[in-house]
């Protein structure tokens, strides 16, 4: 579980497009976790859940893994 706190740089909880930064943490914490529980940028009073499925494999019974679409309405507009 990612505490707020635990979060390298407060501003990666605010909506925006992730930076290399944030996705090299990301990565850095599914390589020592099989999953990870982290504060949603979306949603303030959210989380997500987030695991590598393939390093998973074995260790739950029912994961289902399906191509992801963005909710449009989370796109900024143009």
Not at 27 to 39: E, R, S
Request: proline fraction near 10%; hydrophobic fraction near 40%; include cysteine.
């Amino acid at each position: 579980m990612v505490e707020p706190d635990d979060i390298p740089n407060p501003n990666w909880l605010a909506p925006a497009t992730p930076g290399k930064n944030q996705q090299s943490h990301g990565n850095d914490l599914l390589q020592t976790h099989a999953c990870i529980l982290i504060p949603s940028a979306v949603s303030r009073h959210s989380w997500n859940l987030i695991f590598d499925a393939v390093q998973a494999d074995g260790l739950y019974e029912d994961i289902v893994q399906e191509r992801f679409a963005l909710d449009p309405r989370l796109q900024a507009p143009s």
